[in-house]
């Protein structure tokens, strides 16, 4: 009944820019935090940042400086500025969430997106 659908992958090269966004749907009390992951080929899937509903962010140390994540609660949608983008961004970019379905649950779900390709040539 909860779906986040991200959009804004792509090719660029080195040097290049890409903006991801994540979409929130479904039957939806509240979201917090917000974020992205991404995994690159044979590799696990690790944090590039989060965002909770109050503003506060963090970014994983490979992305600081280049990155920027933002969201607008009304329209339950995270997104991803991505500048100076290098080769070893190229990845699976993936929408995370946690989601209250209603006021009477106490503990959010995690749910994620199907994935975005982000590929950046050199």
């Known amino acids: 009944q909860v779906h986040l659908v991200e959009s804004g992958g792509g090719l660029v090269q080195a040097g290049g820019s890409l903006r991801l966004s994540c979409a929130a749907s479904?039957?939806?009390?509240?979201?917090?935090?917000m974020g992205w992951y991404r995994q690159a080929p044979g590799k696990q899937r690790e944090l590039v940042a989060t965002?909770?509903?109050?503003?506060?962010?963090n970014y994983a140390d490979p992305v600081k400086g280049r990155f920027t994540i933002s969201r607008d609660n009304a329209k339950k949608t995270v997104y991803l500025q991505m500048n100076s983008l290098k080769p070893e961004d190229t990845a699976a970019y993936y929408c995370?969430?946690?989601?209250?379905?209603?006021?009477?649950?106490?503990?959010?779900?995690?749910?994620w997106g199907q994935g975005t390709q982000v590929t950046v040539s050199s």
């Open positions: 995370n969430a946690g989601i209250k379905t209603s006021s009477l649950v106490r503990v959010s779900t995690f749910y």
């Open positions: 965002i909770t509903s109050a503003g506060s962010i």
């Open positions: 479904g039957r939806i009390f509240s979201i917090d935090p």
